[in-house]
Antibody, heavy 118, light 111 residues
Framework: EVQLVQSGAEVKKPGESLKISCKAS????????IGWVRQMPGKGLEWVGV????????RYSPSFQGHLTISADTSIGAAFLQWSSLQASDTAIYYC???????????WGQGTLVTVSS | QSALTQPPSASGSPGQSVTISCTGT?????????VSWYQQHPGKAPKLMIY???KRPSGVPDRFSGSKSGNTASLTVSGLQSEDEADYYC???????????FGGGTKLTVL
């Protein structure tokens, strides 16, 4: 069974750094793209970016390029989303998901709530 | 990449059918047969309901169906049940970077 398990909720102050994780199991981690999706409070879904773990090739939505970093560690089967300097506007739930047939995402993590507040 | 256009809300009574539209451009919905639909209940992760315009993943009831005409895709829920009340998002492949584009979401209410 494909499973994506995300790290727990985080509360941070503006300007702080953060790295959240998405641990995959039940399939060959290197062979499938992993995507990250943002959902701000009460709002819709937005693509943040994707990564192909086999070559750690991240691609970002223009709205997020330069503000965060997507990475993967094939030795532990995990993908990561990282900020060097958080802003209050980063407050959201972040989901990871595995790319499957027809560019669809059939397996999702449970989401990580990131709260940035002074 | 601009978001796909969905109506903010839709509703129907139990047993009825409801259709949710998703309008894009020739660069996304109209250009590829890679439209997906996701159901999201409050406080839960999205769930894939339809992929490649009209295919259902294992376990998704056949009450859910998808179609596409030109730059507009549609999700139809037949025989509405109370558990179908949720937010629904369409998504389409948009070419480069393996990044898709989402619709703004439709809140489906079962009256």
């Amino acid at each position: 069974e494909v499973q994506l398990v995300q790290s727990g909720a985080e509360v941070k102050k503006p300007g702080e750094s953060l790295k959240i994780s998405c641990k995959a199991s039940g399939y060959s981690f290197t062979n499938f793209w992993i995507g990250w999706v943002r959902q701000m409070p009460g709002k819709g879904l937005e693509w943040v970016g994707v990564i192909y773990p086999a070559d750690s090739d991240p691609r970002y939505s223009p709205s997020f390029q330069g503000h965060l970093t997507i990475s993967a560690d094939t030795s532990i089967g995990a993908a990561f989303l990282q900020w060097s300097s958080l802003q209050a506007s980063d407050t959201a739930i972040y989901y990871c998901a595995r790319l499957g047939d027809g560019y669809s995402y059939g397996s999702w993590g449970q989401g990580t709530l990131v709260t940035v507040s002074s | 990449q601009s978001a796909l256009t969905q109506p903010p809300s839709a509703s129907g009574s139990p047993g009825q059918s409801v259709t949710i539209s998703c309008t894009g451009t020739s660069s996304d919905v109209g250009g590829y047969n890679y439209v997906s639909w996701y159901q999201q209940h409050p406080g839960k992760a999205p769930k894939l309901m339809i992929y490649e315009v009209n295919k259902r993943p294992s376990g998704v009831p056949d009450r859910f169906s998808g179609s596409k005409s030109g730059n507009t895709a549609s999700l139809t829920v037949s025989g509405l049940q109370s558990e179908d009340e949720a937010d629904y998002y369409c998504s389409s492949h948009a070419g480069s970077n393996n990044l898709g584009v989402f619709g703004g979401g439709t809140k489906l209410t079962v009256l």
